[in-house]
């Protein structure tokens, strides 16, 4: 089943074209990777994808329907963190999960409250203490990180778009991670997922997908990248960063 499709996405900025007819279909289960240098567009196609902004040009369709159709509730399935995460810093990671998942909630009609996964769980899958009272205020950036990931899981989307998740993570939290989108992949979901680590996305993504001056410049399988060698499947990437 497709979950997410872009045919022909175009988006101007101050007379400036930063997407230029750019094409996307994920299925489920399926983890992309999205690469490109820093401007190349990325944060852009999120956000179009999420419904956020309205491309000049083009269409984006969601589980079969057009994104318009009932936005802003369709956001109740899918798990999005772009940009920098945003939190109430008074309060604690329990407190924080509390409100965001009774706000999406409520923002899907109650439908999918049952599904809502418990708290203390969520926090434990990405390594937070569940019952920790410190302010997200004192948090450090990799544990921002997490945080931001256990607001996406809690209510079981059908899609992920995950800008940057690696920012800020030790080794150990990158290979956790690797293997939460893995598994979140396995239990059916699409993730998509742009990062600057080529080793990490050559070892978490099916596909990848580079983005350079609002082009997609290479489409790939990882197998496929990863039949020459690593080093070569790294330079080719870089080499399409480039444009």
């Known amino acids: 089943m497709k979950v997410l499709e872009a045919d022909g ?6 007379g400036r074209e930063v997407l230029s007819g750019l094409d ?10 999205l690469l490109g240098v820093n ?9 179009i994808l999420t419904g956020m902004q309205r491309p000049v040009g083009g269409r984006v369709r969601f589980l079969g329907k057009p994104l318009s159709e009932g936005y802003p509730g ?16 008074s309060l604690n990671a329990r407190e924080n999960l509390e409100i965001d998942l009774a706000y999406l909630a409520l923002a899907d009609g109650g439908r999918r409250v049952a ?69 979140l992949a396995a ?18 993504a099916d596909r990848v997908m580079v983005v350079a001056d609002g082009r997609v410049s290479l489409r790939a399988s990882v197998p496929e990248l990863l039949s020459k060698g690593q080093e070569t499947a790294e330079r080719t990437l870089i080499k399409a960063m480039e444009g």
């Open 9 to 14: 996405i175009v988006q101007v900025f101050e």
């Open 24 to 33: 996307l279909t994920m299925g489920q289960g399926e983890v992309l990777g």
């Open 39 to 47: 401007g190349a567009g990325k944060s852009t196609l999120l956000k």
């Open 74 to 89: 369709i956001l109740a399935r899918m798990g999005v963190s772009i940009n920098v995460p945003v939190f109430y810093e």
């Open 115 to 183: 599904e809502i996964t418990g708290i203390s769980q969520l926090l434990e899958k990405v390594g937070l203490t569940a019952d920790s009272a410190t302010p997200v205020g004192r948090y450090s950036t990799g544990m921002r990180q997490r945080l931001a990931l256990a607001r996406c899981m809690g209510h079981h989307p059908d899609l992920y778009l995950l800008d940057e998740p690696l920012n800020g993570l030790d080794p150990v939290a990158i290979g956790q991670l690797r293997d939460s989108l893995r598994s």
């Open 187 to 204: 239990q059916g979901s699409a993730v998509l997922f742009s990062s600057h680590i080529l080793s990490e996305v050559l070892r978490t």
